[in-house]
């Protein structure tokens, strides 16, 4: 994280030009300016998640300070997704940020009793499994994601978007499974990247399976 970003192969630190987003990959073809190997095709991914969910989140909301505070909880997001693909775990660090910034987000909305319960309740059943498998079924790191989740939205949305990661990770884990000759009924997947997924279709395109419960909340 300190002093200037290196080539993680030649370690030769890199100049302004080699780190335009997406441009300076497309023009060094995918390859270091000065050892010629190839760099991970992740750098150029996550430059244009990074921008598209920077269009998303202004369209969410135009004012600076909502703007600012939801490309931050996104951000953070986006970078619990690629380094729970990558090492398989959670930071407690980017869980933590994430429920900060969740709760600045909200209460700058204006939320009440129920949304500040949300993420507890939501958190809960993702902990459980955590106590009872002593973290082989679901790790812990899940539920501290969930509990940021649920401040971010609500208790109907993220009921929602809890439903739709479970739908996909099952939807991806058959496929993975049928087609992949890496990954069996044993094999750990991230769940982080469902569950992601899940808030996502929740809080922009707002799908959300369980708005009549708004008539008891």
Known sequence: MRGRSKCMHCGHALSILDLVPLFSYLYLRGKCRYCRSRLSIQYPVVEVAAAMLAVLVYFQHQEPVQFALGL???????FIVVYDLRHQ????????????LSLVHVWTLGFDIWSLAAGPILAAPLLLLSLVSRGRWMGWGDGALQLGLGWLLGLTLGLTAFMLAFWAGAVVGVLLILFS????????????????????????????????LTLFF
Not at 72 to 78: D, Y
Not at 187 to 202: K, R, Y
Request: with cysteine.
């Open 89 to 100: 775990i959670i930071p407690w660090s980017a869980s933590g940020l994430l429920a900060v």
């Open 72 to 78: 931050a909880v996104w951000m953070t997001l986006l």
């Open 181 to 212: 000759k890496r990954v069996t009924m044993k094999s750990e997947v991230p769940f982080a990247p469902f569950l992601i997924f899940g808030a996502a279709c929740a809080y922009f395109l707002h799908v959300d399976f369980f708005s009549s």
